[in-house]
């Protein structure tokens, strides 16, 4: 186990580089000026300069190349200061250094991502694998039917409607806010709750159908019906045989379906009006600020690589075949 981790870290940091210097030469290819867009309007000739100077523009693509990478592991001097690593740049608007700004609202995305995970992952597969056992039940039908119905809403739909019931109309909640669990854990409980649900419920369906589905085909596994006919109890068997191979696929979908809940936190986000990871890639975007959006697109290749290489190291516990592989 410990080699397969080792080779998957090590492919992450090849992965990462590329990332890195493919959206570094993308960024430079662009027929947008740096300078001209950290001076703004009103620039003097002699203003654009002294910015080109204090970017570095005036240096070479390599030297430009080599100070941004170096910068993410060694750090970067700036103008207004040295930039710890890792380094992603100065925001041209704000002035403040892109990692800060992305760790002040990477909590938020995180709680979303995390929280509508747990809550899915309880819910759907809890829900799917209650359906298989009860297989042909009103249960069963009732959570089939409700998984179809809840697979058709958005979040751009569904949560205006839930802000609408249980804030607006009823009172029952608080407004969605974010509230960092170290300073208040019960407000940032009631503040995030309403969001996560809402993000949980698009993914919810899709895991009851799929658990259901797994389930159902590893009762039908040789091995699991020569252990019915042993005389081995029915729940024993649910539990101990066909639980852990139907959570293979589960285990792979999952991995895909967190690293495109970042896609999701930005719908999210702009539905609930959160500062996230998200609203600050939508923000980057329209003010052009382009070391703050090339910023939040490394780090979210960087939590997409953590994410799969978790998924690797939970799908090889489960199944060992995949560390020799």
């Known amino acids: 186990m410990f080699q397969f981790i080792i080779r998957r870290l090590a492919g992450a940091v090849v992965t990462l580089f590329l990332i890195g210097a493919v959206t570094f030469f993308l960024f430079v290819a662009a027929p947008s000026d ?31 190349f080599w100070d941004f990478m170096s910068g993410i592991v060694m750090g970067r001097d700036f103008p207004d200061g040295h930039c710890a690593a890792p380094c992603l740049g100065q925001s041209f608007y704000s002035g403040d250094f892109v990692w800060d700004t992305i760790m002040d609202r990477f909590p938020t995305t995180l709680t979303l991502t995390a929280g509508g995970a747990v809550c899915f992952l309880i819910i759907g597969v809890g829900a799917g694998m209650l359906a298989a056992y009860k297989r042909g039940s009103l249960l069963d039908k009732a959570a089939t039917g409700t998984s179809m119905v809840l697979s058709s809403f ?3 739909f569904l949560g205006p409607i839930v802000l609408t ?25 009631i503040g995030m709750s309403i969001p996560v649900l809402v993000m949980a419920t698009i993914f919810t369906a899709q895991y009851t159908r799929m658990a259901r589905a797994s389930m159902i085909e590893q009762l039908a596994e040789e091995h699991v019906r020569t252990a019915r006919a042993k005389g081995m109890a029915k729940k024993f068997v649910f539990f101990r045989y066909a639980w852990r191979g139907s959570m293979i696929p589960i285990v792979t979908v999952l991995g895909i379906d967190i690293s495109s809940m970042l896609g999701g936190a930005v719908v999210t986000e702009l539905t609930f009006s959160l500062q996230g990871i998200g609203r600050l ?21 960087f939590f997409i690589l953590i994410v799969n290489i978790l998924t690797d190291i939970a799908y090889a516990y489960i199944d060992p075949r995949v560390r020799l592989s």
């Open 281 to 301: 890639a939508v923000n980057g975007a329209t003010t052009k600020d382009l070391p703050l959006t090339m910023g939040v697109m490394m780090f979210g290749a």
């Open 154 to 156: 958005q979040i751009y």
């Open 34 to 64: 740096y300078a001209s867009l950290a001076c703004g309007r009103d620039c003097s000739p002699a203003r654009l300069e002294d910015i080109r100077e204090a970017l570095g523009l005036n240096l070479p693509i390599a030297q430009q």
């Open 165 to 189: 019931i249980f804030v607006y109309s009823t009172g029952w909640m608080e407004d969605p806010k974010y509230v960092p669990i170290t300073e208040d854990p019960a407000g940032w409980f």
